[in-house]
């Protein structure tokens, strides 16, 4: 006899695990992420990783089309990383997100770059600002005051 299992997720189950495996990734590709990252502009980065070589990536969280759909603030993350992604779960609807940047496709254990970004260099004043922030947020996590 053959039974079909089907698991269906919440919203932010999804949200959860898909944020899991894309700090994953980037960890697995030698950057260090943080999850959850205020911007200068006031907006919140779901991932924000720092590359080895100062590179900065902010990778935007989307648990389903309609999150996407009701969430059109993606381009205001742009001025604040070298490269941008989406990352959504590999049942996601292909097709529906804009080409220009990157996708990375992850679960709660890990995840693959599907499309690389466009690279978009930041100016170095802004670099050098954004990687103190980040750092002293890493730091402050660390020592969870």
């Given at each position: 006899m053959d039974v079909a299992i089907t698991l269906a997720f919440s919203r932010p189950e999804t949200t959860l695990a898909v944020t899991r495996g894309a700090?994953?990734?980037?960890?697995?590709?030698?950057?260090?992420?943080?999850?959850?990252?205020?911007l200068p502009n006031g907006r919140r980065a779901d991932v924000m990783a720092l590359g080895p070589k100062g590179e900065i990536a902010i990778a935007e969280v989307k648990s389903g089309i309609d999150d996407y759909r009701t969430d059109r603030k993606w381009g205001e993350y742009l001025e604040f990383c070298d490269q941008f992604y989406f990352a959504v779960s590999p049942d996601f609807p292909e097709g529906v997100l804009p080409d220009e940047p990157g996708l990375i496709v992850a679960d709660g254990f890990g995840g693959a770059v599907v499309r690389p970004p466009p690279h978009a260099p930041l100016a170095g004043a802004r670099r050098k600002a954004l990687t103190l922030a980040f750092a002293r947020l890493a730091a402050l996590r660390a020592t969870g005051v």
């Open positions: 700090a994953r990734l980037f960890a697995d590709l030698g950057w260090a992420p943080l999850l959850e990252v205020g």
